[in-house]
Structures are given as structure tokens and as C-alpha cells.
């Protein structure tokens, strides 16, 4: 029986949705404060307006006040859906104002990227972007890869409660902590933390490979958050090819790998248990993806022409297939050599390690490496079952931060994750293709949409067909939230919608 909106539902919906419209424009002080710092005068000015915006619209969604009473999951899947919405619709108003984006749905486009931490773009001129909309650009991964509902209304719910439901809205499938809120204060610290010796680290390469302070400090930051919040952007049009460095592709893998890992785990490990991290079946699942999977993709850059010795090839493999995996995006080809030069192989490498992506519970998107074991798993037992005596019990048991047993309930679940994101996978493609793209390069693109990675053969730019942009934008947002929350959203607009004409 499906739960129809009632009008409190709907200001209930609408308060919180403006507490944290509200709070994008409160985090627009930072590239405001960018901007006055290094005298962007007309990037400054942007950046009022879109605070006076997110104002205008956050205070008059929050004076609907809610009764009392606990948020309900439906309630909480709705305000989780509709606010990555009007965050990305208030975020891009600064950034529409710049030269480096034709339209406004061009910003749009790069909002819900960076907020989805996907990392796809469709800047223009990015080399010669203000430093203070790179600065919000950079901003929204790191906004969106914590979870934007989450960290922005567990403190706001207070007393009310319900945060829990919010927080299994976004995608989040375990408590790493009794309490909630202290749950996304951790994940906050482990962030920083990661965010914080990244900058540094890179900072000190980015000195030594020739860059002045300001810009190897400002480069530092920006990389650290992208490749943390596995999300992929870059301050230069480059990428992470713009640096030409072994030792910053060693540390933004390191960053990577830590941001694509599941934040239980962290704790874990925090705790002074590192042997979670050789237990457990996610850790094991995405080691083992990523060393198949480099190999395959090395064996076909080493198959081209291009690579003379076999070093290289595995350097450039290995990088790419953790970018992938990770669903970070970061790359150190141009996005045109992917199917034109090193297709095969290498590009079927790539596209199975962004559909599978990172862990649970993390920054990463896709299908996720647990569910993937729990699927072998079972289908392994079931093998087991049909050799064994009629009178055998069997069970298959693994390794999640405690002992477990697969059950009928979590492979389901899988299994319905898998099917949406391999769907969604195959639509898009089909959608790119009949715009006249290449069947294999639709397919990479709408994998890298949907799995929120950012690896691009050439397809996403701001030249592409304003359907391939709404269509991209619709899987980045179902993909970061797996969906759920985003068909709770429409089956409640189509029940509201059907309940108003019934009643006229």
C-alpha cells in the first residue's frame, strides 16, 4: 500500500529542503572570501547573488514549519531526493554567471556533478577559470561526497528526530557509530584528516614540479578533495595529466583508495583493528577487481603502439583502473585516445571497474564491491547445493566488520541493486547511441553517469545535445542516491498529482 503525501508531509518536506538550501549558500562564504582575497571582483559579486538566492528560497521553504512528531522513511526519502535537487538548482546560480559555461544548464550540469561526486564536466576555457568558482567547484565534491542531507540536517533535526531514515536515504547502508550525529562528525574528522595530509603532501610535489605557492597550494586542496570524495575534478582542463608526476599519481591513488573505502571500516582500523582490513569480503572483492583488472587493462595499453616498454603500461593502467573503481575519474589521457587508441581490452577493463565501483558506505558510487561478493557468494552456495546429499544444510559465511551468513534477504537486495544500476547502464547507452554516438563509447559514458565516476571518451562536453545533458544529469542523481530514494520522489509527485485532479 503506498503512503500518500498529506499536506504536513509536504512542509515537513519543504522546511528541511530549505535548511539545507540555506546551508549551500552559508558554504558559498568560502569561494566568496576566495574571490575578495585575490581581488575576482566579478567572481566576489557572483557569489553574493547566489547567497542572496539561496537565502530568498531556503527561508521561504523553512518557514513552513513542521509539526511535531519523528521523521518517517517516507518523509525522509522524499526530503533526501528532492534536496540534492534544489541544492544543485541553487549552487549553479554563481557559477552560470561565469564566462566558462554557455548556459545555465551547463552549470547545472557541473553542480550535480560535483555533487554527486561524478566529476563529468562541461566547463569551457577551465585553464583560465576565477580561481574562486574552482574554489565551489571543488566545494561541491566535497559537500556531496559526505552526504549533503545527512551533514547538513542531523543537526538541524535536533530533538525531532529521525535522522537515522535520512541517513540510509542517501545510500548509507550501516551506523558506524550508536548516534547518528556522531556517526557524520566522524566521518567529517576522517575526511578532514585524509583532506588535510593530501594538501600537504601534494603541495610539497606541486613546489617541486614548478608551481608558485599560491597555485601549488590552491592545486593541493582541490586535488585532495577530489580524489578523496572519489569525485574527479580538475583545476586545469588536463587533468591529472597537467602534472606529468609518478609521485602525484601515487598520492592521489593512495587518497583514492582511502576515499572508496567503507567509512566502518575506517573506524575499524581507527580502533587499532587493521586486520578488518584483510577480512573482510568488500576489502577482498575490490583488491581482487583491481588486480584482474589493472592486468587486463595494462595487456591493452601494452597491445597499442604507444607504450615502448612495459612499465608504463602497467603505470597507466593501474592508475586508471583505481580512478575507476573508485568512481573518482581522475585521468592521464585525453578522453577522445580511449576508444580511438587504446579500445579492447583496456576499455572493457575500464567500464567492468566503473560499474562495479567502490564500497558501501563510502564516497564512491556504482554497484559496490560488497554487493558483488555477496552475489558470488551465492551463487557459488547454490552450486554447492545442487552437488550436495538432499539432507545437506549448507550455508556460506563471511566477513563484514563481524561474521556473517548470506541470507535469502541481502542477496535479493543485491541482486535488485545490480539490475537497476545494469539497466540504467544499458539504457543511456542506447539513449547516446541514437543520438548518433558510438554504441562503445555511449556505453562508457552512461556507466561512468550512472557509477558517478567521471571518466569520459569525449562524449560530455558543452557541445553535446541538450538531452544527453538532462539525461546524464537524471543518472548521476539516481545513481548517487541508488535509486530508491529517487522513485520514492516520483511515485509521491505522481500520487500527489493523481489525489489533486481526483479531487477537482
Not at 549533503?148 to 551506523?175: C, K, N, P, Q, T
Not at 563471511?398 to 545490480?418: C, D, K, N, P, Q
Amino acid at each position: 500500500m503506498w503512503v500518500k503525501l498529506r499536506v504536513d508531509d509536504i512542509r515537513v518536506i519543504a522546511h528541511y529542503v530549505g535548511v539545507l538550501v540555506i546551508g549551500m549558500g552559508v558554504m558559498m562564504i568560502v569561494p566568496l572570501v576566495t574571490a575578495l582575497l585575490v581581488g575576482e571582483w566579478a567572481a566576489a559579486l557572483d557569489y553574493f547573488l547566489g547567497m542572496g538566492v539561496a537565502a530568498a528560497v531556503g527561508m521561504a521553504l523553512a518557514l513552513l514549519k513542521p509539526k511535531g512528531g519523528k521523521l518517517n522513511n517516507a518523509q525522509a526519502l522524499a526530503i533526501t531526493a528532492s534536496s540534492w535537487l534544489f541544492a544543485s538548482l541553487v549552487g549553479a546560480v554563481p557559477l552560470s554567471l561565469a564566462h566558462n559555461y554557455p548556459t545555465y544548464l551547463d552549470a547545472l550540469f557541473d553542480v550535480v556533478s560535483g555533487l554527486t561526486t561524478s566529476g563529468l564536466t562541461v566547463v569551457v576555457d577551465l585553464d583560465h577559470m576565477a580561481l574562486a568558482h574552482n574554489m565551489w567547484r571543488h566545494l561541491t565534491h566535497l559537500i556531496g561526497g559526505q552526504g549533503i542531507v545527512v551533514a547538513a540536517l542531523s543537526f538541524a533535526i535536533g530533538s525531532r528526530g529521525g535522522s537515522m531514515s535520512l541517513y540510509l536515504a542517501e545510500g548509507r547502508d550501516e551506523r558506524i557509530l550508536p548516534n547518528v550525529i556522531h556517526t557524520v562528525r566522524f566521518i567529517w574528522f576522517v575526511t578532514a584528516v585524509y583532506v588535510t595530509l593530501g594538501t600537504l603532501a601534494l603541495f610539497i610535489n606541486n613546489v617541486w614540479l614548478g608551481l608558485s605557492p599560491t597555485r601549488s597550494l590552491l592545486h593541493a586542496f582541490w586535488i585532495s578533495i577530489a580524489a578523496y570524495d572519489t569525485g574527479g575534478f580538475g583545476p586545469q582542463s588536463m587533468n591529472a595529466m597537467y602534472y606529468h608526476s609518478w609521485v602525484f599519481e601515487t598520492l592521489t591513488m593512495f587518497l583514492m583508495i582511502a576515499g572508496t573505502m567503507n567509512f566502518s571500516l575506517h573506524a575499524q582500523v581507527w580502533r587499532g583493528d587493521p586486520r578488518e582490513l584483510f577480512r573482510n569480503l568488500e576489502t577482498r572483492v575490490l583488491a581482487g577487481n583491481i588486480a584482474i583488472l589493472s592486468a587486463l587493462c595494462a595487456i591493452g595499453f601494452a597491445g597499442s603502439k604507444y607504450f615502448s616498454a612495459p612499465f608504463p603500461a602497467l603505470r597507466k593502467g593501474l592508475y586508471h583502473l583505481v580512478s575507476a573503481h573508485s568512481g573518482t575519474g581522475h585521468q592521464t589521457l585525453y578522453p577522445a585516445q580511449w576508444s580511438a587508441e587504446y579500445g579492447g581490452a583496456a576499455l572493457v577493463a575500464v567500464m567492468l571497474a566503473m560499474a562495479f565501483g567502490g564500497a558501501a558506505s563510502s564516497t564512491a558510487g556504482g554497484i559496490k564491491a560488497l554487493r558483488v561478493g555477496l552475489i558470488l557468494k551465492s551463487v557459488l552456495l547454490e552450486v554447492r547445493r545442487s552437488l550436495a546429499p538432499r539432507s545437506a544444510v549448507l550455508t556460506s559465511r563471511f566477513h563484514h566488520m563481524t561474521e556473517r551468513v548470506v541470507s535469502s534477504g541481502m542477496t535479493g537486495s543485491a541482486a535488485t541493486i545490480l539490475i537497476l544500476y545494469t539497466v540504467t547502464y544499458i539504457t543511456g547507452a542506447a539513449i547516446g547511441a541514437a543520438y548518433g554516438y558510438p554504441v562503445g563509447d555511449a556505453l562508457f559514458e552512461s556507466i561512468s553517469a550512472t557509477a558517478n565516476v567521471g571518466l569520459s571518451t569525449g562524449i560530455t562536453a558543452a557541445s553535446m545535445p541538450t538531452g544527453l545533458k538532462i539525461l546524464y544529469m537524471l543518472q548521476m542523481w539516481a545513481g548517487r542516491l541508488e535509486f530508491i530514494a529517487v522513485f520514492a520522489l516520483v511515485a509521491h509527485m505522481v500520487l500527489w498529482i493523481t489525489r489533486r485532479r481526483s479531487a477537482t
